[in-house]
């Protein structure tokens, strides 16, 4: 892991400023300045910048994306709670973490974070820029931002703004966390009660119908002590031993702020002037993200092919099908 501190403080699109921003990242394979083939991966809510760990079926040795063809970096996004600066981190101004006084971080002011640190490591060319889900819109956003720079693409089950169906996910999700008591207090572990029920709700719309009746029905007549209650308290403890409600809370507000088309005339112009060769896939059975989001996509990005992926998995079919992605990824690139 590798840290990166701006000089200067960063502004972010809502006006607000951050004294001393730091980035944590990792990179994967050697840099050679003008002959490696840069990947640059960005990553999901709750992930980090270790994608050969929590992407391990697409990124790593023999896998689609392979450090010893490209030199990979990842970032952990800005308002997390891994590295990089977030509501843990110590607000230089006061001596104190920020807590619940983080700025807004938009998904633009994280692709503009990240030309930072793309410049520190004097990278002029991203041979392909790859994301799922929030990762997606970072992706959208950069390809925006800097078109010459970035060559391909690609993107699984994300969109290019938020729909009202995540937006009023994420508020359900963050009620969840203000009803804590505990939330709100200058500590850590504040609203981790209401963090587990967060998770929760994400659950529900991480998975399909398909995916919870295949792996946690009940194969007996109980009457108590089901299997999916089980699995979804196992999954918010989960997240609360390895994540912060502050930190949810932040960056469900960075994910409802995602629209490609804010003062661009519109999502469809944003998309029209990305140039990078675009594969844009989707899920069957994504509820969270559908495939009507991807197609538009793809509808609107010159040349861009969209692809459906049969899985069983939903939203999380991003993550879980990594080989199926890698596949697609590797066909689409031959052509």
Request: net charge negative; glycine share 10%; proline share 4%.
């Amino acid at each position: 892991m590798h840290t990166y501190t701006s000089e200067l403080p960063f502004t972010t699109e809502s006006g607000e400023t951050i004294q001393r921003l730091t980035l944590a990242y990792c990179t994967y394979g050697n840099y050679v300045p003008g002959q490696s083939k840069v990947v640059w991966i960005c990553h999901a809510l709750t992930a980090n910048a270790d994608v050969a760990d929590w992407w391990p079926s697409l990124v790593g040795e023999g896998k689609a994306i392979n450090p010893h063809d490209y030199f990979i970096v990842c970032v952990n996004i800005p308002g997390s709670c891994y590295g990089s600066t977030g509501p843990l981190s110590i607000n230089p101004l006061t001596g104190e973490p920020y807590y619940g006084s983080f700025p807004l971080f938009t998904i633009r002011d994280m692709v503009q974070s990240f030309i930072l640190l793309r410049r520190h490591l004097g990278i002029e060319q991203i041979h392909l820029l790859a994301g799922g889900s929030m990762g997606g819109y970072q992706c959208i956003e950069w390809a925006i931002a800097e078109p010459a720079r970035i060559a391909n693409m690609l993107l699984v089950a994300t969109s290019a703004r938020e729909s009202a169906w995540g937006i009023a996910i994420h508020t359900a999700q963050r009620n969840a966390i203000e009803t804590d008591p505990t939330f709100g207090q200058l500590k850590n572990d504040a609203g981790a009660a209401g963090l587990k029920t967060a998770r929760m709700i994400g659950m529900l719309t991480y998975r399909s119908y398909e995916a919870f009746v295949q792996t946690q029905a009940d194969a007996d007549e109980r009457i108590h002590n089901f299997s999916a209650s089980s699995y979804m308290h196992y999954q918010g403890e989960k997240l609360v031993n390895r994540f912060n409600a502050y930190t949810y809370h932040a960056l469900t507000r960075s994910m409802d702020s995602h629209n490609a088309g804010r003062g661009r005339g519109g999502v469809a112009a944003a998309l029209g002037q990305i140039t990078a060769r675009t594969l844009c896939i989707g899920i069957t059975t994504d509820m969270l993200c559908p495939v009507a989001e991807q197609r538009e996509i793809a509808a609107h990005v010159p040349g861009a092919v969209f692809i459906e992926m049969q899985s069983p998995f939903g939203h999380d079919g991003f993550l879980v099908e990594g080989e199926k992605i890698g596949e697609l990824f590797l066909n689409w690139m031959k052509q």
